[in-house]
């Protein structure tokens, strides 16, 4: 059985795409979309990003002068994928992008941080769908920084969450994680992407569950043999590999439009090729929903179907 994408982000707080403006009616909807087609996990891709938030956050509003959100999405959304019988992974907030705290020691952000986590379990952790975690800082190297609050995030959330599942999704320093022809863009060198991700994955091996690298960053010729070496490293460190198999086409001048189909079918095989067997995506509304506001997208959810009845 072929690889399926059973997981996508929700990126309702979003940072280069444009907003849907939708409300409940619309997102569920989608939400029956997404079902149809076999997922069954949907991972909010951030809690806020500087002053827009997605839910009443009192420390957000009140000490860092955050926007009252006019819907509680998360509430909304724990709604949705209750009724779909989904699972629903909460994305942490970052303060290093708010600029009350960009320039402030990790430890003082820390302790903001875990309050927030307190906030957000007191709030949704009695919700039959909350399962899960998704830390939302990304990285492609090793920044030291990073993979302590990797560590920090991972053992308070499984602490307070009865040891509920947290997830990463980095990116690969190969050419297309720069803009096309921009200086400095160069291929993956995989000598230097062994060496980092040894090192990240033994250091996050028993606080980070499941790692699901963008597979948008390197060339496709490049794309098995990245994907064989991260499968080989998470196996190393008993870490479960995922594949963010992007449905946004980084190889277009224009950023972001939904992908052709071939190549989301290329990337798809390399991954089962390289032994990974679930995939998440970035992401199903925008990019391949027949709901977007891409007519394009619409066109490849119909390619999608197409091909879970070949695969079938």
């Known amino acids: 059985m072929s690889i399926k994408i059973k997981a996508t982000f929700l990126d309702e707080i979003t940072a280069d795409i444009p907003h849907q403006n939708w409300g409940k ?73 708010n600029g009350h705290y960009k320039d402030v020691d990790i430890d003082a952000r820390w302790s903001v941080e875990k309050r927030l986590i307190d906030e957000v379990w007191e709030r949704y952790g009695h919700r039959k769908a909350f399962k899960g975690w998704y830390l939302a800082k990304e990285i492609s190297g090793n920044d030291e920084s990073i993979v302590r609050e990797f560590i920090n995030y991972s053992s308070y959330c499984k602490k307070i969450s009865g040891n509920l599942p947290t997830l990463i999704s980095p990116g690969m320093l190969g050419r297309k994680a720069w803009m096309p022809n921009e200086p400095g863009a160069h291929d993956l060198d995989f000598e230097h992407h062994e060496r980092t991700w040894d090192t990240i994955m033994k250091a996050v091996s028993g606080y980070v569950d499941i790692i699901a690298f963008q597979d948008g960053h390197v060339t ?82 119909n390619r999608y179907k197409e091909y879970l009845r070949e695969e079938e």
């Open 25 to 97: 009616e619309e997102w569920d909807k989608d939400f029956a979309a997404m079902k149809a087609v076999g997922i069954d996990t949907v991972i909010m891709i951030r809690s806020g990003l500087e002053k827009f938030i997605t839910y009443p956050s009192k420390i957000l509003i009140e000490e860092f002068g955050c926007y009252e959100p006019p819907v509680d999405l998360v509430d909304m959304f724990l709604d949705l994928a209750e009724k779909y019988d989904m699972r629903y992974f909460f994305g942490t907030y970052c303060l290093r992008h």
């Open 220 to 301: 496709y010729e490049e794309l098995g043999p990245a994907m064989k070496l991260n499968k080989r490293l998470a196996d190393k460190y008993g870490i479960e590999l995922w594949t963010n198999s992007e449905t946004f086409d980084r190889d277009m001048p224009i950023r972001f439009l939904p992908i052709k189909w071939e190549k989301l079918r290329y990337k798809l095989k390399k991954a089962e090729e390289a032994g990974v067997t679930r995939a998440l995506t970035f992401e199903f509304s925008h990019f391949m929903s027949p709901n977007s506001m891409y007519p394009s997208a619409h066109h490849l959810y």
